[in-house]
């Protein structure tokens, strides 16, 4: 005979022993309830002072029984509903309320997360007699109401109500609201989750406004990667929760939300640790990813050269190996990436120790192919020719300043991250004097960890430049937190001593007249040209004319001296 799960301990023999005759009862299909089913729950229900339930199949079958406390009952693990799905789970959930309460937010939860056909709360009287019939089932459509709850005074009036019919129907209204949602884009749906408000960790003492323009940027770089935001929301907390970062409550919630918007993909704009990544994988069947993962996946589509793409294979590798413990499931969902874009290696197999003889083959083949870069660059540059080395946030206008400068067609676009591999022309100054001029990847805060390192050799050539030429979006309201986050970079990549000269392009963006939103650096726009002259004589004035000098003030701190 079956097994009663869920709160047991304590319960006499004989308790024991009704509820597994209980296995031997069926219902007709088209009732929710039977009333001698009904009133089997309630007795022992009022006798153990716990909640009874059971989950009844299709055709009327007790597929399990379960005992709960006073307050609540949790389901044996049938599996988490697949992402994305209209199926139902072909269950039923038939079970007790001790308090005469109607549907609670729980009964909701398990309704919508587990997919169940209906859930049925039956309240106990007094007598151990069952008392009101409360039941709820989903409904289709990915506006309004979710679910819809009824109430009758007695089992014996819940006839007018199909069980089977209505989950038929309504299995079928939702396979069709699917494949319309499905149709009228092909890619994935995400729902964005910013985080706030904590005193540790990752958005450590970040309030409201500066986590809602992060959960903005997390929205571009969305885009650029090629998901559907289908709602973005901010979970401020004032501790991060060890297990699930925003805490059980709110993810049930966005769980929710994701059932009902039909979302494949939840994306966190902060860094989930191994553990909390590998917990909220299990609490869900969606695709999770955190902001890094996110980059990464950047970076794996936009790669072109064969280095670049080895580093960004190598960074998602080393993000995903330490989060190989969970179930496989849980895995293949960690390490999917977007469109099923995750590493190469980990689509065939996820294997940890596999992983881990992929990563020393790559850092092997990194360093060959770094190794022989660095000597083209070396003959390259045999000539002397002094470098000026575009650097800046994302998006800035890296690309199309050196364009602009040099004629020439470096891809630029408004996505981020449009340009991965360093990319040199020569420019030719004032006097006849040529310098060699590179476009960088762009920077952007909290650039992860594993990518400063595995971009650490493309960012390698910023160690040869003579001059570091920090491209800002001037008509960007968050300017000065790129700034500041690019100088961290390079602080990091320890190239805070070389010269380097703000540039504040984008001028044209801004109202005409309006004075540029930094008192340093040499106003502006690759795109009408305005300001370019000025900029070379800037440039021109560093690197021949005794410039330096004032340049290291600059660098260091000091308040800069005419330079244009
Ligand atoms: N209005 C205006 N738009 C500009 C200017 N410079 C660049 N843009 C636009 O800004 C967007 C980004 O330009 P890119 O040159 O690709 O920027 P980037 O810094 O190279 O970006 P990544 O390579 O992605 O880091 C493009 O849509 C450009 O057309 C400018 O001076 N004025
Ligand atoms: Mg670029």
Known sequence: MQEVSGNTLGLKPSQLHALRRTYRRRVPAEDIVSPELARHLTEISRETGRQVGVLLDRKGDVQSVVVGD?????????????????????????HTHLNGEAITRDDHTDLALLRLDLVAA????DSGLPGKLHFAHLLPGASGEMWKDETVPTVFDAGFYDAL????????????????????????????????GSTKG?????????????????KELSRTAGVEVVDALLAMRREPDPRYLIGKGKLDEILLRSMQLMADVIIFDADLSPSQAINIADATALKILDRTQLILDIFAQRAQSAEGKLQVELAQLKYLYPRLVGRDDSLSRLAGGIGGRGPGETKLEIDRRRVRDRITALERRIDQVSASRQVRRKQRNAN????????GYTNAGKSTLLNALT??????????????????????????????????????????EDLVTAFRATLEELEDADLLLHVVDASDPNLDAQVAAVEKILAELELTGKPRLLVLNKMDRL??????????GVPVSAVTREGLQALLHACDRILWSGGRVGFDEVAAGAPRREIV
């Open 70 to 94: 006073a307050r609540k009952l949790d389901l044996p693990d049938i599996g988490r509903a697949r992402a994305g799905s209209y199926r139902l789970r072909g269950l039923r959930l038939v």
């Open 122 to 125: 039956i309240e106990v009287l």
């Open 165 to 196: 019919q209505n989950t038929l129907a309504l299995e079928d209204e939702l396979a069709r609201a699917s494949s319309a949602l499905r149709k009228t884009s092909g890619r994935e749906r995400a729902i964005l989750v910013g985080v706030g």
């Open 202 to 218: 990752r958005g450590k003492g970040r309030g409201r406004a500066e986590a809602e323009s992060s959960l903005e940027e997390l």
């Open 384 to 391: 002397g020719l002094p470098i000026l080395s575009i650097v």
């Open 407 to 448: 004629a020439s067609d470096v891809l630029a676009e408004n996505k981020l991250f449009a340009t991965l591999d360093p990319t040199s022309r020569r420019l030719r100054f004032p006097r006849d004097r040529e310098v060699i001029i590179t476009d960088t990847v762009g920077f952007i805060r909290d650039l992860p």
């Open 511 to 520: 109202p005409p007249g309006t004075p540029p939103p930094l008192a340093e």
